[in-house]
């Protein structure tokens, strides 16, 4: 079972960037999508940015034009490059993989997360 670390997280201005970066056990390119998931406290977790084996991105409308993920597979390395950061994003944030099809199959595989706070 593929395993991931996350890191990178920490305390960040607003206006401020910030990158965070998973990295996994294994060979990432057999992963179909790789994503970072986050979760504030008290609201739902959401999709925030996922990348495909074949580099196509998909971002979540709040964070679109602000955020970038990456993929390094010879380093077996996903980065979310945050940018403009706003309170807003302050979370936990998680990286998780797929082998379905989509950016929406189900996600089993999940690191253990790092934590991001926007504040001044």
């Known amino acids: 079972q593929v395993q991931f670390v996350e890191s990178g997280g920490g305390l960040v201005q607003p206006g401020g960037s910030l990158r965070v970066s998973c990295a996994a056990s294994?060979?990432?390119?057999?992963?179909?999508?790789m994503g970072w998931y986050r979760q504030a406290l008290g609201k739902e977790r959401e999709l925030v940015a996922a990348i495909s084996s074949g580099g196509s991105t998909y971002y979540a409308d709040s964070v679109k034009g602000r955020f970038t993920i990456s993929r390094d597979n010879a380093k077996n390395t996903v980065y979310l490059q945050m940018n403009s950061l706003k309170p807003e994003d302050t979370a936990m944030y998680h990286c998780?993989?797929?082998?379905?099809?989509?950016?929406?199959?189900?996600?089993?595989?999940w690191g253990q997360g790092t934590q991001v706070t926007v504040s001044s």
């Open positions: 294994g060979r990432i390119f057999s992963l179909n999508v």
């Open positions: 998780a993989a797929n082998r379905g099809g989509n950016y929406f199959s189900k996600y089993d595989y």
